[in-house]
């Protein structure tokens, strides 16, 4: 078990550009989460998945914010247009959720720094 | 709706204090509470949790209480060492997604 990866871990983009971040969860664990983080504060939810399935998307995940999950297995996240408000650490986390019950505990890779010059 | 609210730090302490973490939840029903700790540079590595009233919840030498009577899930350790310097966070299930508290840092100095 090699734990979540996350791919860059630091993006440095000029305002206007798209970037696209990806994300490795723990090979048997069916959910997928994305968070964004900003200095002095907690994570902040933006978007699922249950397998391949996208099932929740926060306020926060504006038009420019794509996220995919194809097969299932890792994850994208794609901010076009980027702003200077979207620089932060953006984190993915896994977990193994089964039937109506399971575990909520939710395993974080290290993130990707994203700054937006 | 659900939300964490965590004592805010710095908090600065000698090596072998005692160590309180203060969180308080608000939130309808009794959702799965949770301890994150962040070291420098690092993503957030999953602490300890608890699951319903009265759980203890424990792991490396912290433990917390989950305490329904006055919605709270305080963070302790009897002995703190340098290397426990780190931010941590509270956090309770809200949905699908954690909601977690703005952070506490803690600084073990030797």
């Known amino acids: 078990d090699t734990g979540v990866s996350q791919d860059p871990r630091h993006k440095i983009t000029k305002r206007g550009q798209n970037v696209t971040f990806r994300c490795d969860p723990i090979?048997?664990?069916?959910?997928l989460y994305w968070y964004r983080q900003t200095l002095g504060q907690g994570p902040e939810f933006l978007t699922y998945f249950q397998n391949e399935a996208q099932l929740e998307k926060s306020r926060l995940l504006s038009d420019r914010f794509s996220a995919e999950r194809p097969k299932g297995s890792f994850s994208t996240l794609e901010i076009q247009r980027t702003e200077q408000g979207d620089s932060a650490m953006y984190l993915c986390?896994?977990?193994?959720?089964?039937?109506?019950?399971?575990?909520?505990?939710?395993?974080f890779g290290p993130g990707t720094r994203l700054t937006v010059t | 709706g659900d939300s964490v609210t965590q004592m805010e730090g710095p908090v600065t302490l000698s090596e072998e204090a005692f160590l309180t973490i203060n969180c308080t939840y608000t939130a309808t029903g009794y959702p799965s509470l949770f301890w994150y700790v962040q070291y420098p540079g690092e993503g957030l590595q999953l602490l300890l949790k608890a699951t319903k009233a009265d759980d203890k919840g424990s792991n490396k030498g912290f433990e917390a209480t989950y305490r329904k009577e006055t919605t709270s899930f305080h963070l302790e350790k009897g002995s703190v060492q340098v290397s426990d310097s780190a931010v941590y966070f509270c956090?309770?299930?809200?949905?699908?997604?954690?909601?977690f508290g703005k952070g506490t840092s803690l600084l073990v100095t030797p």
């Open positions: 956090a309770l299930v809200s949905g699908y997604a954690l909601n």
């Open positions: 090979s048997e664990h069916n959910r």
């Open positions: 986390a896994s977990s193994l959720v089964t039937g109506w019950t399971g575990s909520y505990e939710q395993y």
